[in-house]
């Protein structure tokens, strides 16, 4: 899932929404309620220009963790991908 970092780097650069709202010319209350739904990315490019940043500098990515992987339990192979692949694959370990 990602997150906008718009109002971060606003903060970051010492200015508010209300400012960026005027160097977009839109209203404060219009500009909130983009950043709250889903932005274009014609608009996102209008707020990274004026931002000074790159597009990609508005967006973050949150990493979640994942599994994936292969269990060699005796000759069985056990592919993980899960934490109940994982819970399967300690139950057959707990049973050599």
């Known amino acids: ?38 932005p274009t990315l014609s608009t996102l490019s209008r707020i990274a220009e004026v931002l000074q940043v790159d597009v990609v500098d508005l967006i973050e990515v949150e990493n979640k963790p994942t599994i994936s992987g292969f ?16 819970e399967r694959a300690l139950e057959t370990a707990k049973g050599l």
Not at 28 to 35: A, I, R, W
Not at 71 to 86: R, W
């Open 1 to 38: 899932m990602a997150k906008l970092r718009v109002k971060e780097i606003v903060k970051q650069k010492g200015w508010t929404l209300a400012k960026v709202a005027e160097m977009l010319d839109v209203h404060p209350v219009n500009l909130s309620t983009t950043l709250n739904g889903n």
């Open 71 to 86: 269990i060699k339990l005796g000759t069985e192979v056990i592919e993980v991908s899960s934490v109940a692949d994982l």
